[in-house]
């Protein structure tokens, strides 16, 4: 059960007005992400496929702004990797990036040989999209997958651990608090669902 905080009773008060907030979101478990990353590593771009994978999962990264990442776009805050991006709009935003996952982009940038400005990535969305649903189909999922699903999850993994929805609208970029509403009542509506699991009943004849 994720971690509840103080902010979502007033936050749900300011948002119940709002339309769409209450419709269940699709997303990936960490579980389900470790497969994907597992068969991208198979493919003849095996380091940099899973790489792409883990930045889209674990930055919540929209699609454009993954294909998008250099280098020189790796910072610090307080001593703790960020990405400094340019976002939807030309908004300029601070995303936390994990420590490992920046080692990973310096080491593979190293090896690669990589200019500051050089793109990790250099591929377009469209092929972004065919690696995932090929590697999808490897793995044995039987959600469709897109790049903006691992977005989703990225979303939904840092509300599950933080239980703070303005924090993750700040990281995820959003002007307003509809979508985050939503991961939020995806959350509330699975948490139900498990109590009621637990509601036993006497079998009768």
């Not at 919540?60 to 001593?79: H, N, P, Q």
């Amino acid at each position: 059960m994720y971690r509840k905080n103080v902010t979502e009773k007033s936050l749900m008060k300011r948002n119940k007005t709002s339309g769409g907030t209450s419709k269940i979101v699709s997303y990936l478990t960490p579980e389900e992400i470790k497969l994907l990353v597992t068969e991208a590593k198979k493919r003849r771009n095996g380091e940099r496929d899973p790489l792409l994978i883990l930045v889209l999962f674990e930055t919540g990264l929209r699609i454009s702004e993954a294909l998008s990442l250099t280098m020189s776009k790796i910072d610090l805050f307080e001593g703790k990797p960020v990405l400094r991006i340019v976002g939807k709009g030309g908004k300029p935003r601070t995303v936390a990036c994990p420590e490992r996952l920046a080692d990973k982009l310096r080491a593979y940038a190293v090896r690669s040989k990589f200019e500051l400005e050089q793109k990790f990535f250099p591929i377009n969305r469209q092929r972004a999209w065919q690696i995932l649903k090929e590697v999808s189909q490897k793995a044995g999922l039987t959600k469709r997958i897109y790049p903006h699903l691992l977005r989703h999850s990225d979303a939904i993994e840092r509300l599950k651990q933080t239980g703070n929805p303005k924090a993750l609208q700040h990281h995820l970029g959003h002007s307003s608090m509809t979508m985050v509403m939503r991961y939020l009542s995806t959350l509330t509506k699975e948490d139900s669902l498990r109590i009621q699991q637990q509601v036993k009943f006497d079998d009768e004849e």
